[in-house]
């Protein structure tokens, strides 16, 4: 059974920084793409960063430059290390792992940067 436990989120002031972490089990993590969406109130759910099982990756346009996708495939772990946080960052952030087309999605965790 895969699951995708994330961690990390939490309150933090504008210009601040942030290190989600994606802990996966009960797959090879190392087989699966990793990526990262987020969700604000109000808004539909959007891409944030991926990176592929060879290491490839891919940022959203508003987060270029901002954000750094890593994985970890000792410890089955991948991260979205957050930086130069803006409000309009706030969001329930998702981890989720891709084999082939087969989608499995974490659970949310929250990002709140507010003054």
């Known amino acids: 059974q895969v699951q995708l436990v994330p961690s990390g989120g939490g309150l933090v002031q504008p210009g601040g920084s942030l290190r989600l972490s994606c802990a996966a089990s009960?797959?090879?993590?190392?087989?699966?793409?990793l990526r990262w969406y987020r969700q604000a109130p109000g808004k539909q759910r959007e891409f944030v960063a991926e990176i592929t099982k060879g290491g490839s990756i891919n940022y959203a346009d508003s987060v270029k430059g901002r954000f750094t996708i890593s994985r970890d495939n000792a410890k089955n772990t991948g991260y979205l290390q957050m930086g130069s946080l803006k409000p309009e960052d706030t969001a329930v952030y998702y981890c989720?792992?891709?084999?082939?087309?087969?989608?499995?999605w974490g659970q949310g965790t929250q990002v709140t940067v507010s003054p």
């Open positions: 009960g797959i090879v993590f190392q087989l699966y793409a």
């Open positions: 989720l792992v891709d084999f082939g087309g087969s989608i499995t």
